[in-house]
């Protein structure tokens, strides 16, 4: 199997679309909202009423131009609308409103991280077009074939999409998700969609083929579709890549043809064979007049543009200290924003880093909500750095006052007195503790004493428990080796 | 006292009206008996509006009273062509497959007409999706020309110039693309014209070629027509194609005459094969005319137009055929059940669409797919460039054109029939302003020795519509044109 893997590497090519969150859709004015009767977000032009125009979205415009910027894109001085024609019951016009050769981006980059390393993964082009309805297929499957009628919500129809595909530069599973990924955190940063894959307000579709190591030549590609996450992405591929290599192994072509992703079975089938590709008779829209985006207004959109995650990560990792995986779960998580504010309040970054990536990021999920959204301030996190430095709490009580504070008890000096789990230094509070340890325990105190300092945990661990894990273990610590170690006597109860 | 309300011109009626000499609803009145009347020989009308006529009548009346503000057309009965929608009103393009349809919203030029207080008193028979240049292809009646009822009024527009040839209504809305207005209006001895593309909102305007489609006014006189155009002209943001600049008041240049002015006559126009005698004969007196009321003749030549309806004849049915995609029985109009989606779509079109309709969507089709595009439908694209450079060399050296407007008198039913390229040929003198959006008006020039009425074109650059009037309503004053219906085939009804 090694062997035949090495023979052929893998040439993927992604196309995403994501669903805009303009407030009316593409080319009419109904709002977009989800949920709702069917049809009760539609009118003439969605609705392919005859005699209805389009009329273009100009905000949908405005975060197409964005979008490509931040991709590194030219964006085109003119770009033209074509329509593509075909015939579908979701299609209310049976044809679509899209960008063919005159898209409004083109020629952009991104560079990804996988497998430790960075890749460049070339962007041919970003355009605009409108959403297909819905259709509900009542039967036994649920699925079309077999179905007794099929009913079509057309809220959907008109939808601002934006199409984004990459050049045929990923070669493994672990970067088309790092691809993946990172184009969701840069459309994220933009503001522009809510990118959610699970929900299709992000869509992937995957084109795979296989060719022999050092060949140019690209082989017989198959698109995969139907991947929901970013882990379902990986996983499609590395089957897909799997079966395309059996096959060639086995002397086989790969048939050119979409094949659908089961989540549950863990492999692809074939959805419909493309033996010719379908002729969409593509000419510009006669009812659209070119976009010509105004270069001023692209010098603002581009002045204007967030900080993008690969330069909110560096920035992070530079200006904090930090490394760049923390860096980029940070950035990835949307926690970078803490972390700022409780360095800038004083914690140390590489310990509020710490908390975030581990404990917040776990209640988070827990709960199933975004870290982001996680009801914690830098000052309250910088306030617990400090409550540790100064001995107020031990690492393992500050993690206990922490959750406390995610959940909604308080700032975290509060809720340590509120749960009384301040750490005792109070040396005569823990002196009794001690004794009774040594007392108890005669033969880890010789051990002490002899030499094997290990069994010192013992006596810690017990004073710990007598005062309900709030000693300080430091103190503990001291108080304990002097006790063993300033009675001359050795042992017993001392004078 | 009905015959001389039905016999008057929109603007005597306007100022009957505004004196308080006649109500709107004995106007209306008037006209619906006309109809009644006269629709068994003429059969202009798919649709008469006689509740919602008198209703908008009496509103008039009303408000006039009041002491209201009142519209530009106030108490005018106007009849449409049933290819604007009227919401809640049949609207079926002239086809099966839209029998029975009852839009949900009014087209801008329906909505326009009701802001002007204007009374529509019907939607008018047409050639389906205004394919045709007689009325033939109606898939519902043939509509007579009143000059002769057993020769075809010409169309698309045919029931819109029955009507007014008629005296059922004093004005009538029409849509020329390739001399749907122009011809019938030549045919029939009435003002008829086509504004500059983009004039007119195309918002719930049946679309068949969306590059080229237009509104534009059917009347008996040019001061009434160009009222018409007033009423419904000017932007909308409804239709990305309709232009920014405000339509100008016509009323000041009409009566300014042609002193001074450059006529062009074209010369390949006047020198065409299968130009009637009759016609050139009275279109060269035309311009004799206005030669002997002080314009400058100058021959110009417009050597591309040759190609015209060739490069019209690839355009137009690739346009449509996109167009009409969207009529598949899915949402709205005739459905033809069956078993699959795709079935039923096919079934649908198969008996909802007649053969001219159908002829021009597989044109179109083959037109646009993939390998014919660009010997096709590019190349026809480019050789309109060639027309529109043509036009705008022309208007270098004159201020308007004149031409015959069809190649022949009204012609007999059926005697085109059998030969659609022989039908095609109508309008060679009328595509080439199509293509070039130049706005064109034909006004009667006289009868032939049959007795049949020869339309003179007069075309005027982009925007150019004060002079296109202008010389058209000079041309009317001076040669006084009676546009009663008259001989011994015409329709019979007294006045």
């Not at chain 1, 795979?208 to 017989?220: D, I, Y």
């Not at chain 1, 989540?263 to 070119?290: C, H």
């Not at chain 1, 982001?372 to 031990?394: N, Y």
């Amino acid at each position: 199997m090694l062997e035949q893997a090495q023979r052929y590497e893998a040439v993927i090519g992604l196309e995403v679309h994501v669903e805009l969150n303009t407030n009316t859709k593409m080319f009419c004015s109904c709002a977009i909202d989800f949920g709702g009767e069917p049809n009760s977000r539609t009118c003439p032009v969605c609705l392919g009423q005859p005699g209805s125009l389009p009329v273009v979205n100009a905000k949908a415009v405005e975060s197409a131009i964005r979008l490509g910027l931040a991709l590194g894109c030219d964006i085109a001085p003119v770009s033209q609308f074509h329509r593509k024609n075909y015939f579908y019951p979701d299609m209310p016009k049976n044809y679509q409103i899209s960008q063919y050769d005159i898209p409004i981006c083109l020629h952009g980059e991104l560079t990804v991280t996988a497998d430790g390393q960075d890749h460049r993964v070339g962007i041919t082009r970003v355009h605009m077009e409108e959403d297909t309805g819905k259709s509900l297929h009542v039967g036994t499957s649920g699925r079309i074939h077999g179905a007794d009628y099929s009913l079509v919500d057309y809220n959907r129809a008109g939808i601002p999409l934006l199409e984004i595909v990459s050049e045929p530069d990923i070669r493994t599973a672990a970067q088309a998700q790092a691809y993946l990924s990172e184009l969701r955190a840069i459309v994220l940063a933009l503001g522009i969609s809510d990118a959610k894959l699970e929900e299709g307000s992000m869509r992937c579709d995957a084109n795979v083929s296989l060719r022999p190591v050092g060949h140019t030549v690209f082989g017989t590609r198959a698109e995969v579709k139907n991947m929901n996450s970013v882990r379902s992405l990986g996983r499609a591929i590395e089957y897909e890549i799997a079966r395309q290599t059996d096959l060639l192994t086995a002397g086989h072509p790969v048939v050119q043809e979409t094949r659908h992703w089961d989540e549950d079975a863990g492999r692809t089938s074939t959805l419909r064979t493309k033996e010719t590709t379908e002729d969409y008779r593509y000419f510009p829209d006669p009812d659209l007049v070119p976009v010509v985006p105004d270069p001023g207004w692209i010098e603002q959109l581009r002045a204007g543009l967030p900080e993008l995650p690969a330069a909110r990560r560096a920035r992070l990792a530079d200006s904090r200290g930090l490394s760049a995986e923390q860096a980029a779960t940070l950035v990835g998580a949307g926690l970078d924003g803490i972390l700022d504010d409780a360095a800038d309040a004083g914690a140390p970054p590489a310990e509020a880093a710490n908390w975030l990536t581990n404990e917040v990021v776990a209640w988070a999920n827990e709960r199933d909500i975004e870290p982001a959204a996680a009801p914690l301030t830098g000052a309250q996190l910088a306030e617990l750095s400090g409550l540790v430095a100064d001995g107020t709490l031990s690492k393992k009580l500050a993690r206990q006052v922490l959750g406390g504070v995610l959940d909604g008890e308080g700032d975290p000096r509060q809720v340590a007195q509120a749960r009384g789990l301040e750490q005792i230094s109070d040396t005569s509070a823990i002196a009794a503790a001690v004794d009774d340890a040594i007392a108890a325990d005669p033969g880890a105190a010789q051990k002490v004493r002899d030499g094997n300092d290990k069994a010192i945990g013992a006596l810690v661990g017990a004073v710990m428990r007598a005062t309900k894990g709030q000693a300080n273990p430091g103190l503990v610590n001291e108080l304990l080796r002097k006790r063993l170690f300033a009675d001359g006597t050795g042992g017993g109860d001392g004078g | 006292m009905s015959a001389d309300l039905v016999t008057a011109t929109a603007a005597q009626l306007l100022e009957r009206l505004n004196a308080g000499d006649v109500s709107a609803a004995e106007v209306a009145q008037a006209h619906l008996d006309r109809i009644e009347a006269t629709e068994t020989q003429v059969d202009a009308f798919l649709h008469v509006m006689h509740d919602e006529a008198l209703a908008a009548a009496a509103d008039v009346d009303r408000r006039r009273a009041a002491g209201e503000q009142l519209g530009l057309l106030a108490g005018v009965p106007v009849a449409l062509k049933d290819i604007f929608t009227t919401r809640g009103v049949p609207t079926t393009c002239g086809s099966k497959i839209l029998d029975g349809y009852r839009p949900p919203y009014d087209s801008t030029v329906t909505a326009r007409l009701h802001a002007a207080d204007a009374v529509i008193v019907g939607k008018t028979n047409m050639d389906e999706f205004a394919m045709g240049s007689s009325g033939e292809n109606s898939a519902f009646k043939l509509s007579r020309n009143p000059w002769d009822l057993g020769r075809v009024p010409g169309g698309s527009s045919a029931g819109s110039v029955a009507a007014v040839a008629a005296f059922q209504a004093p004005l009538a809305t029409g849509t020329d693309t390739g001399g749907s207005i122009r011809q019938p209006a030549a045919f029939t001895g009435l003002v008829g014209a086509k504004p500059t593309y983009g004039r007119v909102s195309r918002y719930g305007m049946i679309a068949f070629a969306s590059s080229l489609d237009q509104c534009g006014p059917i009347a008996r006189t040019v001061t009434d027509a160009a009222l018409l155009l007033q009423a419904v002209a000017g932007h909308d943001p409804m239709d990305s194609t309709s232009i920014p600049e405000p339509f100008p008041d016509l009323r000041p240049s009409l009566g300014a005459g042609v002193d001074g002015l450059r006529i062009g006559v074209v010369r390949e126009f006047l020198e065409s094969e299968g130009l009637e005698p009759g016609v050139r004969d009275r279109t060269t007196e035309a311009i004799e005319r206005l030669g002997k009321l002080g314009a400058d003749i100058v021959e110009v030549s417009l050597p591309h137009a040759v190609y015209g309806v060739s490069a019209y004849y690839l355009i137009a049915p690739s346009e449509c055929s996109s167009n009409l995609s969207r009529f598949d029985g899915v949402r709205y109009g005739l459905r033809v059940g069956a078993g699959t989606a795709e079935e039923m779509m096919a079934a649908t079109r198969e008996q909802g669409f007649g053969a001219e309709v159908k002829r021009r969507i597989m044109i179109g089709t083959y037109a646009l797919s993939a390998g014919y595009y660009d010997a096709y439908y590019a190349q026809a694209q480019r050789v309109r460039t060639l027309i529109l450079r043509d036009f705008a060399a022309a208007f270098e050296q004159c201020d308007a054109l004149v031409s015959p407007t069809a190649p022949t008198t009204a012609f007999a039913f059926g005697d085109k029939t059998d030969d659609p390229l022989a039908m095609y040929l109508n309008d060679v003198f009328t595509i080439p302003a199509s293509l070039a959006g130049s706005p064109a008006v034909s006004v009667p020039g006289g009868l032939d020795d049959q007795g049949l009425p020869v339309g003179v074109q007069i075309m005027a650059p982009v925007l150019g519509e004060d002079v296109m009037f202008r010389v058209a309503a000079a041309l009317e004053a001076e040669l006084g044109f009676d546009p009663t219906p008259r001989g011994p085939n015409a329709l019979k009804a007294a006045l």
